[in-house]
């Protein structure tokens, strides 16, 4: 089996590492979005464009899509474009909508002036509750972002909004939420489940955003009975 994980706005790839050992054995695809890790910029128009980078990494198998914020979003896009590429669809910390479009272009105006430094305390704020010791290493990541690929990420979000779709994704789903994430709130997760038919709804405790990293041991274990 094939599973392709795609991560959050503003963290590489390597965000995944706590889940490679659950993932033994399977051939794994990490996807970084424009500007991130090691790819480099790319046009973004909108989440679409970024579903599709993901098609074009995953080859000509079906696989099973892991996805987290932003990767969530494109989870969700996928799932309505090609969903017989997909065998199964985990959304973690996501929304089919993420707010209101003009906070998206701000902070993409903001980061172009003034760089990732200007948000980075604000964005591990949200990542990670006050306990969570390795926040050195995610600031890191942040900050060795591409401000311009964050930049048209950003724009790719202010423009999605699938709230009215999700009715019609017809994959296995599961959804992940975090009670401490207050970036996709427990409700908001839960109602991507409830939108989508027979979606299973998860929440773990004691996480912010990046919940995968901060409670690794619990979400393997959805990840690895779900898969």
């Known amino acids: 089996m094939t599973v ?17 050992p659950v993932l033994a054995g399977r051939t794994v695809v990490r996807v970084d979005h424009p500007g991130h890790g090691e790819a480099p910029l790319a046009d973004a128009a909108d989440v ?43 959304l973690a910390s996501t929304a089919a909508r993420f707010g209101e479009p003009e906070q998206w272009l701000e902070r993409a105006t903001t980061v172009r002036a003034y760089g990732l430094g200007a948000i980075v305390d604000a964005v591990l704020g949200r990542w ?15 900050l060795n972002t591409d401000p ?18 999700l009715g019609g994704v017809d994959v296995p789903t599961l959804a992940i ?18 939108s989508i038919p027979n979606a299973r709804f998860e929440v773990i405790e004691d996480a912010a ?19």
């Open 148 to 165: 311009e690929g964050y930049a048209r990420c950003c724009e790719a979000l202010s423009r999605f909004d699938v709230r009215e779709a």
């Open 4 to 20: 392709v994980l795609c991560s959050s706005l503003g963290a590489p790839a390597a965000m995944w590492d706590p889940q490679l």
């Open 48 to 90: 679409a464009d970024l579903a599709r980078r993901v098609l074009d990494a995953a080859g000509d198998e079906r696989f099973s899509f892991v996805g987290l914020s932003l990767g969530g979003a494109i989870g969700m896009q996928l799932a309505l474009d090609a969903p017989d590429r997909l065998e199964r669809l985990v």
């Open 128 to 142: 990670f509750t006050p306990s969570f010791d390795g926040v050195d290493l995610y600031r890191e990541y942040f």
């Open 209 to 227: 955003h990046l919940v995968n990293v901060e409670r690794s041991r619990e979400f393997n274990r959805l990840l690895e009975g779900f898969l």
């Open 177 to 194: 939420a975090a009670t401490e994430d207050p970036t996709t709130t427990p409700d908001v997760v839960e109602a991507i489940a409830r």
